[in-house]
């Protein structure tokens, strides 16, 4: 079974307009982290964003900030005010017990002027 | 703040050949890791050290070795490259197993097997 999803393939958003990229998530663990990366077109990973799984709040990073509904395994990411810079292949990771990190297979995103 | 280095950035090998993947840090971290990504995909664990003297195999293991050479330094070594393996390779390190520290990445390295 797939542990990380992403549903979406790719995204086109108007510039300004906030964002948001699904991901749902799957374990049995109590203890896991959720991670955003974000790897423009230069093809190196950007860390964004980290929930773990017992913070009461989600998180925020400046214009980041992570939808956690943990009843629904979702970890959705919420981009404000989108920049023509935030165009880029955007990955959600888990990081389990084991401490191995597994990656999705992205969503492309990209902001129109 | 150099973080992660990995070397070479891009390389050109023919089926068969051998060749080693370097990568180190500078943050004191003990865990190190490598994934590879394929067109479009995600990036999958090839292998991953969680501290000084050990190695473990990730999801894709096969055609693959490592040595954690201390606690900087994490070599990935084709020892005979198929195109399969053509694809680009990223090094990370952490700073302990423990849960919820964030990940490293190098810039990656570009290989492709003629």
């Known amino acids: 079974a797939q542990k990380i999803t992403q549903t979406q393939p790719g995204m086109f958003v108007q510039e300004k307009e906030a964002v948001t990229l699904d991901c749902t998530y799957d374990t049995s663990d109590p203890s896991y982290g959720l991670f955003w990366y974000k790897q423009p077109s230069s093809g190196e990973m950007i860390f964004l964003i980290y929930q773990g799984s017992y913070d009461q709040q989600n998180a925020t990073e400046g214009r980041y900030s992570l939808n956690f509904q943990k009843a629904r395994k979702s970890a959705n990411l919420v981009i404000s005010a989108s920049q023509l810079g935030d165009s880029a292949m955007y990955f959600c990771?888990?990081?389990?017990?084991?401490?191995?990190?597994?990656f999705g297979q992205g969503t492309r995103l990209t902001i129109n002027p | 703040n150099a973080g992660v280095t990995q070397t070479p950035k891009f390389q050109v090998l023919k089926t068969g050949q051998s060749m080693t993947l370097q990568c180190a840090q500078d943050?004191?971290?003990?865990?190190m890791y490598w994934y590879r990504q394929d067109p479009g995909m995600g990036l999958r664990l090839i292998y991953y050290s969680a501290s000084e003297g050990t190695t473990d195999k990730g999801e894709v293991p096969n055609g693959y070795n490592v040595s954690r050479l201390n606690k900087r330094e994490f070599s990935l070594r084709l020892e005979s490259a198929a195109p399969s393996q053509t694809s680009v390779y990223f090094c990370?390190?952490?700073?302990?197993?423990?849960?919820?520290?964030?990940?490293?990445f190098g810039e990656g390295s570009w290989l492709t097997v003629v």
């Open positions: 990771a888990m990081r389990e017990e084991a401490n191995e990190l597994v």
């Open positions: 943050m004191n971290h003990n865990s």
């Open positions: 990370a390190s952490s700073e302990d197993p423990m849960f919820g520290n964030t990940i490293y």
